[in-house]
């Protein structure tokens, strides 16, 4: 797992990330949580030096935790900490991924940075400029993929490699264009660039909640390997 997390931070990276009494807590510029989150390997760490890093940042007290965390989780929840956005960690064997049938002229892998109908389609999804920027941040080798259906851009989403992992993300599919199967042309397309690449492994982060992203990548053979969480610390009024 740590290899996960590793290719996580690598390939969705915060702007920076600053050490606060063995929390790393990151600068998000914007970008959600992911990038946003506090995190540690010690459970029994004081939650003042990461809260007070995250004031300084501008930031709400967030921290993102393994699902193995169980004292952390439990230390958060007596502190009014609330849970957030539990996701699924999802790996497949980029071969299995990559044997599938792609119809031709259906996935593209695009050099950085996208092209702008990527960009409109990302933001018709509400991923907008600050995420496109921790793509940008990414340093290894990467790709924006590019998805047709009926001869018209039906989806987008970003591919990056840390070591022998690709990892996938904001995977977007304009809603006329679902149900079409340009989600699994997607996946399949970046797969065979992964293979290309010399990776070894796919890797999707999906939250729990999302039934019909979680259906697809049952359906793609993606094994569920672990979970991850958020707790974020209440607002005072919230909290009365």
């Known amino acids: 797992m740590d290899a ?3 290719a996580i931070d690598a390939t969705w990276p915060a702007v920076r990330s600053v050490e606060a009494g063995g929390w790393q807590v990151r600068e998000g510029g914007g970008g959600g949580s992911r990038v946003s989150s506090a995190t540690t390997d010690d459970e029994e760490a004081a939650l003042g030096p990461m809260e007070e890093a995250q004031a300084a940042l501008g930031q709400p007290a967030l921290v993102r935790l393994r699902g193995d965390q169980t004292r952390l989780d439990a230390r958060l929840a007596e502190a009014g900490y609330v849970v957030k956005d539990p996701t699924n960690i999802r790996v497949a064997p980029v071969t299995r991924l ?7 002229v259906r996935a593209f892998a695009v050099d950085f940075p996208p092209l702008k109908i990527q960009r409109e389609m990302w933001a018709e999804g509400g991923i907008g400029p600050e995420r496109v920027a921790i793509m ?12 047709r259906s009926n001869d018209t851009p039906a989806g987008t989403a970003f591919v990056a490699l840390h070591g022998d992992i690709a990892m996938l993300h904001a995977l977007e599919v304009r809603p006329a264009m679902r149900r079409q199967g340009a989600a699994v042309n ?3 397309g970046a797969a065979r660039w992964a293979q290309d690449q010399g990776a070894a492994f796919m ?5 729990q909640q999302n039934a019909a992203a979680n259906a697809l990548y049952e ?5 569920l390997v672990g979970h991850y969480l958020y707790r ?4 005072r009024e919230e909290a009365e």
């Open 186 to 188: 997607m996946m399949r």
């Open 98 to 104: 990559a044997a599938g049938e792609l119809p031709r």
């Open 203 to 207: 890797t999707v982060l999906v939250t």
């Open 136 to 147: 940008t941040r990414a340093a290894g080798p990467k790709t924006a993929i590019l998805g």
């Open 219 to 223: 359906l793609l053979e993606m094994d």
């Open 232 to 235: 974020q610390r209440q607002a």
């Open 4 to 6: 996960l997390f590793a």
